[in-house]
Structures are given as structure tokens and as C-alpha cells.
């Protein structure tokens, strides 16, 4: 039987906007064995190299904190019905860490990341783009809880590097990549028909590769 590539989904948007619980909840609904996760947080650049006082300066939510020709190549190796092997991210030393999980070509493949659409040689490899569009307050909120009780930070910590670096990072980079999604989620509207979206393409690939298996 044939076997078409994977069709490859981006979800981008601000800091804490709900783009990994997304796509969570479509791997939960559609199946995980239709679905694989790609993280774009797991492809930071590794700091091991610099000191750890130095690493908490670097700016992460600005293009060049991510390795895109690395996320990029990985992306183009899935499109290829290839399996990929990526590294997990320590945020506490902001290096990668030892842990890799595989990634496999499943149908759909969902790729997340505040920063995918804002970068070209990203965001054309996505054959549907959607962009969650979350209240400033709701983000910031979830953001101080998510990196204090998971991340190691401090409150002072989280809310100087949101001052400084997240807020005019989202207003400057991942804001205006809005434009280019395909559909926009405000306020958790929309999700339902969105997942249905997806439902409904995988169903209508998998008949196709039943008639064209059967023609044979």
C-alpha cells in the first residue's frame, strides 16, 4: 500500500498561549498513534558551552536562540517518511540534555513553537499554519506559574525576562507572524472545528490511499 508523507501541522503564538496543551489534546483525540509532537522549545541553541552565568542572559525568544536549521532539517527528514532523533532541553541549565526520544513520519505531524511562523524557512514547510491568539494577562499569568514550578525560576527572574525580553520579543517577532496562519484560535474559540479540520484530512488521506491501493 502506498504510504503518503506526513502532513505537517504548525501551531504557533505567544509565550504560555496553550499551543503545547493543543497539541496534546489532538494527539489525545485523534489518536497517538496517528499523531507525533514536535517541540520547537527542544531545539534552543546548546548553551553548554558558554558559562552558566552567561546562559540566563541569552535571549530566548529571539530567532537566533533557536537552531531553525536544525528544526528545519528534521521537519524536511519527516516529509521524507524518515524518523528523526531529537534531544530534550534543560531549562534549568539551558543546555540539551542526554534524554532524545525518536519522532516518527505518523500522518499528521503537529509542529509547536512561538517563533516557527516568524521564520520563512520554517513556516513554508508547513502545509497548515495555526496561530493561538491568547489575552496578554492569561499568558503572562500561566508563564509565571509554568517556569517557577517547573523551570526553577524565581518570580523576579520570570518577570525580568518577560519586561525585557518576552514582551518586546512577541510584539517585534511572533505578533506580526500571525499574518501568515491559516487560522487564528482567539480565546480558546474555535479549537473543536479545528480538531474536527484535522480529523476530517487524515480521513480523507486515508480513503485515498484505499483507492488508489485497490486500483492496483
Not at 504560555?16 to 483525540?29: H, N, P, V
Not at 517541540?39 to 536562540?65: C, M, Q, T, W
Not at 533557536?66 to 524518515?82: F, G, P, Q, S, V
Request: hydrophobic letters at 35%; a positive charge.
Amino acid at each position: 500500500m502506498p504510504r503518503f508523507r506526513p502532513y505537517i501541522v504548525g501551531i504557533a503564538g505567544g509565550t504560555a498561549s496553550g499551543k503545547t496543551t493543543l497539541a496534546r489534546t489532538i494527539a489525545d483525540t485523534l489518536g497517538r498513534d496517528r499523531v507525533s509532537l514536535v517541540d520547537a522549545d527542544s531545539y534552543y541553541r546548546d548553551l553548554k558551552k558558554l558559562p552558566v552565568e552567561k546562559r540566563g542572559h541569552i535571549n530566548f525568544d529571539h530567532p537566533y536562540a533557536l537552531d531553525a536549521e536544525l528544526l528545519r532539517e528534521h521537519i524536511k527528514t519527516l516529509k521524507k517518511n524518515r524518523p528523526v532523533e531529537k534531544h530534550e532541553y534543560d531549562f534549568e541549565q539551558n543546555t540539551r540534555a542526554r534524554k532524545k526520544s525518536i519522532i516518527q513520519p505518523l500522518p499528521l505531524v503537529i509542529v509547536e513553537g512561538i517563533l516557527i511562523f516568524a521564520l520563512k524557512e520554517l513556516r513554508r514547510l508547513f502545509d497548515l499554519k495555526a496561530y493561538i491568539d491568547e489575552a496578554p494577562d492569561i499568558r503572562l499569568v500561566r508563564r509565571m506559574l509554568r517556569d517557577t514550578r517547573e523551570r526553577g525560576r524565581s518570580v523576579e527572574n520570570v518577570a525580568d525576562q518577560y519586561m525585557n525580553n518576552v514582551r518586546p520579543m512577541h510584539e517585534m517577532f511572533v505578533e506580526p507572524s500571525k499574518a501568515h496562519a491559516d487560522i487564528i484560535l482567539s480565546n480558546g474559540n474555535g479549537v473543536d472545528g479545528f480538531i474536527d479540520h484535522l480529523q476530517s484530512l487524515l480521513q480523507q488521506r486515508n480513503a485515498a490511499k484505499g483507492g488508489k491501493h485497490a486500483k492496483k
